[in-house]
């Protein structure tokens, strides 16, 4: 099989070349110019330079893939602007899809996984959601805005022009290598430096093992069913449980402090009403708190019954994040110290 990544440098773009590396696969990634690729710097991989408006790079790497395995996407859900997030995630993946169906790419392409959210499921409190959940689009976020309709555009172009994709439906994912410190990363460095002066209370997330995402990437690209949609989760997890597991992992007291919700919407606003006067994006802001709030339980069987996935429990995920975070610090100060 020749598969390639685009997005292979990025925190679950990173564990899937990985994988697929492991797997004894011809692997090709595509990585913007100047990124960041320590995640893959010791794979042996076929790298093409290019964005996802570059459309000879991208024309290149997709030519011959048996697998396109798509990993791009802006987190970024504080903005206070939220055109980048439009553009990259909606507009860029609809430049990408237009590449793989030109008829010598589609010729080899049998399937293209594309990496989407758990946030494009319809979930409400006390129920438990599925893949069959459609979400109403009314009063979503911006940032959860862009990932529907970029899902949407999929399984258009799968109706459409015959494209053989796939979305999978990813949660918060923690573990090692997480190279770009992700927000939720941040989180674990924190509790596991001991330097975390809080939690917020209230606050519970889905969430998986970026390994195991990654494995699910992969066997969808082997079981996936076209045109489907796979919940990828193993349990939601409280923002305090988290940053407990951390702590313990490293050998630090986990953050005693809790806010309570109620001040974590005054917060929220106050962030928000700053972003206004100042111009400047503030990481907790009424949207970012709403996406934070949006959650209900979703169920994976789909997945484990269609794919045969079987995660690890995301508690072995978070100290191995922990492990990750402690280790480069101290890989940092000896290096210190030699120089």
């Not at 959860?144 to 172009?157: D, F, K």
């Not at 400047?280 to 169920?299: G, Q």
Request: net charge neutral.
């Amino acid at each position: 099989m020749t598969a390639l990544v685009i997005g292979g440098n990025g925190y679950l773009g990173s564990h899937v070349v990985r994988r697929l590396v492991e797997d004894g696969q011809e692997v090709r990634v595509m990585v913007r110019a100047g990124a960041n690729t320590i995640g893959i710097d010791d794979l042996e991989v076929t790298r093409f330079v290019g964005d996802i408006w570059d459309d000879e790079v991208l024309h290149e790497a997709m030519v011959g893939c048996d697998v396109v395995y798509y990993c791009v996407v802006d987190t970024r859900g504080w903005l206070k602007d939220p055109a980048p997030l439009f553009r990259t995630n909606v507009e860029g993946t609809r430049n990408v899809l237009e590449v793989a169906c030109r008829p010598d790419v589609a010729a080899s392409l049998e399937r293209f996984v594309f990496t989407s959210s758990y946030a494009t499921v319809g979930r409400k409190r006390g129920r438990v959601a599925t893949e069959d959940d459609v979400i109403v689009d009314r009063g979503l976020t911006s940032y959860v805005r862009s990932r529907v309709q970029a899902e949407n555009l999929v399984m258009e172009y799968v109706r459409d022009r015959g494209l053989p994709a796939i979305a999978m439906c990813v949660s918060t994912t923690y573990g090692a290598g997480d190279w770009g410190r992700t927000p939720h990363g941040a989180i674990i460095a924190g509790a596991a430096f001991g330097k975390l002066p809080f939690v917020m209370g209230g606050v519970e997330l889905e969430a998986v093992g970026v390994d195991d995402a990654a494995k699910a990437l992969v066997l969808a690209a082997e079981k996936g069913r076209v045109g489907q949609r796979y919940l990828i989760s193993e349990k939601m997890i409280s923002n305090a449980e988290v940053a407990r597991i951390a702590a313990e992992a490293a050998g630090v007291p986990a953050p005693t402090r809790s806010i309570p919700l109620a001040l974590a919407w005054v917060m929220a606003v106050l962030g928000s009403a700053k972003a206004r006067l100042t111009g400047t994006d503030e990481k907790l802001s009424i949207d970012s708190l709403r996406l934070m709030r949006a959650e209900a339980p979703v169920d994976c069987t789909k997945a484990r019954r269609e794919l045969g996935w079987h995660p690890r429990p995301v508690e072995e995920s978070i100290r191995e994040a922990a492990k990750f975070w402690v280790g480069l610090r101290e890989a940092k100060r000896r290096s210190k110290q030699a120089g």
